[in-house]
Each structure stands twice: as C-alpha cells, then as structure tokens.
C-alpha cells in the first residue's frame, strides 16, 4: 500500500573532499474531497407571499454534498458567492436558520475542504427557492334543495373546481370537510362529485 506521507532523502556530496550530509522532506498525498452537488432546497412561500423564507437550515445540506465520504475528515462551509467560497471568506452561519436575501430564487456555494489540508478543496452549489402558493379565488356557496326533509342531500362540490383553479396551471384541487385535515392534506373526501352534507349548513 502506497503510504502518506512519504520521506524522501537527499544526499549532498562534495564532489572533490567526498565529505557528504544528507536531509529529507515529504510527500504528502491530502485527501480530496469530492464536492457532490446538492438538489434545490425547496420550500412553499407563507401567506405574506413576498418570496423570502425565513428558516433554511443549510447544515441539512451537508449529507448531500458528503454522500459517501468520511464527515469527521472534512469541513462544509456554505456562502453567499463563489469567490467567497474560492477563499474561504465569510461562511454563513450554517447551524442557525438562514433567510434568503434574494427574493424566490438564490444560490448558495459550497465549500468542502480537507480538515487538515485546507487547500485541498472543491466547490459546488445549489438554490434555495422559495415557490408561490396557488392563488386561492373567492368560492361560491351550493345550495341544494331538501326533497325529503332530512336536511341532507348530494352536491357536487367540483363546480367549485373551475372557480378555484381559474387560469392556473400544474394545479391540483382537493376537498376536506375540516381545515385541519385541508391544511394536513389528510381524509379529502374522496368523490366530490357526488358528497352527502353530514351538517346543514356544512363548510
């Protein structure tokens, strides 16, 4: 197995007394980190819809630039450009979250070094993206008349699909009978087109 370091010797001679000394140094072989590139961290805007995000923790990148390697060998620092990532410049605070200061979209550079052979790097990048929430459009209430005085009927909570979605696109709809299971995305009813109210009147 080749070794690092290794010793290399030098002998220097007199070439007339032959009187000699000799001196050595090392080669060192640092291992170099592999700065694997990291998909987008990608969250959903809050309802002030202005294109920040106020808690990416950038630490929970540093699997994905590690992949395989050995974390106790190397350190991952994240900034704001490539030049300060090149020198090694003004890491941000990768254990605390971050805010994006960029609005929707913004890159972040990656350095992974060598713990004790700090030139022994690599860069790479990713974005943090902050995307829009689907515009909500005003619903219109479904009344249905009561033919056998029971207080329940069918609806066909789908008239409200075009109203919702109006001329959005890649936009899925789906129907809860309670907030918290809309917010949750758990229990939607599961056909729509043809739901039996269950309290009148049913939000």
């Known amino acids: ?80 450009t490539f030049n300060d990532a090149d020198n090694n410049l003004s890491p941000l605070d990768k254990e605390n979250p971050y805010r994006n200061i960029n609005q929707n979209r913004q890159t972040i550079f990656v350095r992974i070094e060598n713990k004790d052979h700090s030139d022994c790097y690599q860069i790479t990048s990713f974005d943090l993206v902050v995307n829009p929430l689907p515009v909500v459009n005003n619903l219109i209430n479904i009344e249905e008349c009561d033919i056998d005085g029971d207080n329940t009927t069918i609806f066909d909570l789908t008239i ?19 907030e918290i299971e809309a917010q949750a995305n758990t229990t939607p009813i599961v056909n729509p087109s043809a739901f039996i109210n269950t309290v009148n009147p049913q939000t």
Not at 43 to 69: H, M, P, R, W
Not at 160 to 178: D, K, L, R
Request: overall charge negative.
């Open 160 to 178: 409200n699909t075009n109203e919702s979605i109006g001329s959005q696109i890649n936009v899925g709809i789906s129907y809860f009978t309670s």
């Open 1 to 80: 197995m080749i070794s690092s370091p290794q010793e290399i010797y030098v002998r220097l001679t007199n070439q007339t007394t032959l009187c000699f000394d000799t001196i050595d140094f090392q080669l060192l072989v640092p291992t170099q980190p592999t700065a694997n590139t990291p998909n987008a961290y990608e969250v959903c805007d809050d309802l002030s819809a202005d294109g920040y995000y106020s808690n990416f923790l950038l630490n929970s990148k540093d699997s994905e630039v590690l992949i395989t390697q050995d974390q106790t060998l190397f350190n991952i620092s994240y900034h704001l």
